[in-house]
């Protein structure tokens, strides 16, 4: 009877473990959701600060030009 009591607490804590496991997978994948979502918005952001990087230099590289052009008159 001993080992059957044995056997029987070695299951529950075996299914305790699974359950906390399951738990915490659950959990690390939200997390990774999340994560991804970040990424995404960054990438978005990084994408938006070039765009206006380019525009900008465009827009100096005009001045610079006019600024050339008024020094040769």
């Given at each position: 009877m001993d080992t059957l009591?044995?056997?029987e607490e070695k299951i529950s804590y075996a299914?305790?473990?699974i359950k906390t496991l399951k738990d915490e997978k659950a959990a690390l994948e939200n997390r990774i959701v999340e994560?991804?979502?970040i990424i995404k918005q960054?990438?978005?952001e990084i994408e938006n600060l070039n765009e206006d990087k380019y525009k900008i230099k465009g827009q100096i590289e005009e001045l610079v030009r006019e600024l050339d052009s008024i020094q040769l008159h």
């Open positions: 009591k044995v056997f299914i305790e473990k994560l991804e979502m960054k990438d978005a």
